[in-house]
């Protein structure tokens, strides 16, 4: 049954004249002096003001009671959060060809369906080539990846899908995801059309192409997501399930699941986090890979830290630390090349730190610094992002304004909105404290330029 979406009055008299498009970048910029990443447009506000979103995420509430303080989500038009728990309720069933899960429910199927569109435009004789590279100077992305725009697959043509991955998540290590983001779309574009229009002459290749394809779809997925667009990641991880799931590929659902799992955590879903999380378990427990669920373990751990179910993280951060501890092997999957004891330390430090346990979080924070491999550069930057967050609120200020420096020390190379909010909420922490060595964070925070994203 469906049930019918209700208008939200209320918010819509809030709007007042403005039209939707501008009370959206009134939204952003509203983040923005929080700290806080939304990725507001005029088609998120006519669905709040249409009903289907009955009740926003935790970063959107945090944003809207900044916008108008003293207000409640009552106040703005929606319903009690603990009301709209069984969303899924109010949709039509979905075909049992393909079914996505719970956790990647309407709110997205008609993104996909508009990404599918795109992918597919122009059928297969005018597609264009597409290259990736990073925005703001070619000395920092090397060589151009091409993907080839033709009708025959071959071998050819899947090796450059599966480079242009390769290169995107190079780029991330060093970069970070602002900038990245639209330049990748172009080349997911055309794997997508390869993949839809191409013919290959092997069983083989055709999987290594569906492969290659989810794959790019969940690295641009994971550039929208460090970068701020949540809403663009969603959409293009379930991309990447649906397309693990026709191709019968459980490492890419495996894949697929793990950062759907990272980004409803960071959306403030904590369950859907720990439903994706156990999925990409059960997904990944035939592959025969113990650091993948190692990951998987520390994902939902990190669901249910948000939780405040104390219990039970304990008990998803051991189960990771002895699938860990089995060390690295042969079926680990080529993404995973970050997964190290430093990532092992900064997502228990994630987890101690929802909980509220500042300086065990700052202890682990601490040890991920330490131990990181500096060539990935995005990574020394959130590491030290998350220490001084933790620091800060553990009441360590000097501490904490040394790592912010660090962190500033990097943002130079580093173009991650993600970071930037964490420095944000860290920074907002400290000011409060006072002394010198807070007093020269703060000063020289006021003098980093805005991101351009």
Do not use: K
């Not at 006519?46 to 809207?64: D, K, L, M």
């Not at 990190?302 to 051991?318: F, H, M, N, V």
């Not at 020390?409 to 909420?425: E, K, T």
Request: proline content about 4%; overall charge positive.
């Amino acid at each position: 049954m469906v049930t019918r979406a209700v208008p939200n009055l209320v918010f819509r008299r809030l709007r007042g004249q403005r039209s939707a498009g501008e009370f959206a970048a009134a939204v952003r910029r509203a983040a923005r002096e929080i700290g806080e990443q939304v990725a507001c447009d005029a088609r998120y506000i006519g669905r709040v003001e249409s009903g289907e979103i009955r009740c926003p995420n935790y970063a959107y509430e945090r944003v809207f009671l900044h916008m108008f303080p003293g207000a409640t989500l009552a106040d703005l038009g929606f319903p009690d959060r603990e009301s709209v728990r069984g969303r899924g309720a109010r949709h039509a069933p979905r075909s049992s060809l393909s079914p996505l899960p719970p956790m990647l429910d309407s709110d997205i199927d008609e993104e996909c369906d508009v990404l599918r569109r795109v992918f597919m435009t122009s059928g297969t004789t005018t597609v264009a080539a597409a290259s990736l590279g990073l925005c703001g100077g070619a000395s920092a992305a090397g060589p151009l990846i091409t993907v080839p725009a033709q009708r025959r697959v071959g071998e050819a043509e899947v090796s450059a899908v599966e480079e242009a991955v390769r290169q995107i998540r190079r780029l991330d290590d060093r970069h970070g995801a602002d900038g990245l983001y639209r330049r990748a779309a172009e080349p997911l574009r055309a794997a997508y059309a390869l993949l839809d229009a191409g013919t290959a002459a092997r069983r083989s290749t055709a999987d290594r192409l569906h492969a290659g394809a989810g794959e790019l779809a969940i690295s641009v997925g994971w550039l929208a997501h460090d970068s701020g667009r949540l809403e663009d990641a969603r959409s293009h991880y379930a991309e990447a399930l649906a397309t693990a799931r026709l191709a019968g590929d459980s490492a890419l659902e495996a894949h697929a699941f793990c950062n759907a799992s990272f980004l409803a955590r960071d959306m403030g879903r904590a369950r859907e986090a720990v439903r994706a999380a156990e999925a990409g378990g059960r997904a990944a427990r035939p592959l025969g890979s113990p650091r993948l669920l190692a990951l998987l373990a520390l994902r939902e751990a990190g669901g249910r830290a948000w939780l405040g179910d104390r219990t039970g993280c304990e008990q998803a951060i051991g189960r990771a630390r002895m699938a860990f501890d089995q060390g690295a092997g042969a079926a680990d999957p080529e993404w995973m090349s970050f997964f190290r004891e430093a990532e092992l330390e900064m997502l228990e430090a994630q987890c101690w730190s929802a909980l509220g346990d500042w300086p065990r979080a700052a202890r682990h924070a601490r040890r991920a610094t330490r131990l990181q491999d500096p060539h990935f550069t995005r990574n020394l930057a959130l590491y030290r992002a998350q220490l001084a967050g933790d620091l800060a609120r553990a009441g360590t200020a000097d501490e904490a304004s040394a790592a912010g420096h660090q962190v500033l020390d990097l943002l130079g190379r580093v173009r991650s909105s993600r970071i930037r909010g964490m420095l944000a909420s860290a920074v907002r922490v400290l000011r409060p404290r006072g002394g010198p060595e807070v007093a020269a964070l703060l000063e020289r925070y006021e003098e980093l330029p805005r991101s351009t994203g």
